[in-house]
């Protein structure tokens, strides 16, 4: 059952709102529904997203997680390329 919620929000935020939906051709409510879905399910699981993101990587390949200093350099490799 839907219900209707209120929102006061900065007029720049608004506008990148309306901005976004529009890109994503979908409406502001179900991008804001979705948003508050994936924050239950990330707080009923207690793993941050960025955990659960780079876990996402290696599950399910077989293959070995790298220690941090791997992974700190293969993120920065990543954000320069």
């Not at 979908?26 to 979705?34: H, L, R, Y």
């Not at 599950?59 to 993120?75: E, S, W």
Request: glycine share 4%.
């Amino acid at each position: 059952m839907n219900r209707k919620l209120t929102l006061s929000l900065d007029a720049k935020v608004i506008d990148f709102a309306h901005d976004f939906a529009k890109k994503a051709d979908k409406p502001i409510s179900k991008i804001v529904e979705n948003y508050f879905r994936e924050i239950k399910s990330q707080s009923q699981l207690n793993i941050p997203a960025g955990v659960e993101e780079l876990h996402g990587i290696f599950a399910g390949r077989g293959i070995k997680v790298p220690d941090k200093k791997a992974l700190r350099r293969r993120y920065h490799e990543s954000r320069i390329t």
